[in-house]
């Protein structure tokens, strides 16, 4: 099976920075494609920011210039850096990965991580 852990978040004053990490663990062949999605209290879920194997990227509007996804592949960890954050940023922030693994054959799914608490607050 795989499993993601997720690191990074804390608390962090407006106009800071942070750098979120999700590793993923397992017998894994690849990262096809990967996600970062946040959720805020009484808010649903959202896309923040999106990548292909390719290296095509998709960002919400609201973090366009200040977020940045991308990936480790020799360390299968993935990375959201927020820099310029704001108030309104914060939220739990959750990796969604689909990843070609080995379990007993080949496979293929989808992963979510377990969240990473960011807090925007001065």
């Known amino acids: 099976q795989v499993q993601l852990v997720e690191s990074g978040g804390g608390l962090v004053q407006p106009g800071g920075s942070l750098r979120l990490s999700c590793e993923a663990s397992g017998t894994i062949f690849s990262i096809n494609a990967m996600g970062w999605y946040r959720q805020a209290p009484g808010k649903e879920r959202e896309l923040v920011a999106a990548?292909?194997?390719?290296?095509?990227?998709n960002y919400a509007d609201h973090v366009k210039g200040r977020f940045t996804i991308s990936r480790d592949s020799a360390k299968n960890t993935v990375y959201l850096q927020m820099n310029s954050l704001k108030p309104e940023d914060t939220a739990i922030y959750y990796c969604n990965l689909a990843v070609a693994y080995f379990s007993g054959s080949y496979r293929e799914g989808d992963f979510w991580g377990q969240g990473t608490q960011v807090t925007v607050s001065s």
């Open positions: 990548a292909t194997s390719g290296g095509n990227t």
